[in-house]
């Protein structure tokens, strides 16, 4: 089942997953480049902006949802996130 968010019918929003999937696809044409270890900042470390962002995909990490518009996809985000993890982890 779908669990709406409080705030959906403000933003219009049917389909969160597909939201979801939209805003980062929008993300990676606007602020990332694909193969290119960037940040969103275009820097070579990651910034606040960098790091609230992971936060806000690392809370749904263990849900469906996560792997699905996340993980699976193929492009900048998913490069990103990968580097994002490895640079909170403590084991870089």
């Not at 790091?51 to 490069?79: F, P, Q, T, W």
């Not at 993890?85 to 403590?90: A, C, K, L, Q, V």
Request: proline share 3%; net charge negative.
């Amino acid at each position: 089942p779908t669990y709406p968010i409080y705030n959906t019918g403000k933003r219009k929003i049917v389909d969160e997953r597909e939201a979801l999937r939209n805003a980062l696809t929008q993300w990676e044409e606007e602020g990332l480049k694909k193969g290119e270890n960037t940040f969103g900042s275009g820097s070579d470390s990651p910034d606040m902006g960098d790091l609230c962002m992971y936060g806000v995909l690392k809370s749904v990490s263990g849900l469906k949802v996560h792997d699905e518009v996340i993980l699976d996809r193929d492009g900048a985000v998913v490069d990103w996130y990968l580097r994002m993890e490895n640079d909170t982890s403590g084991n870089t």
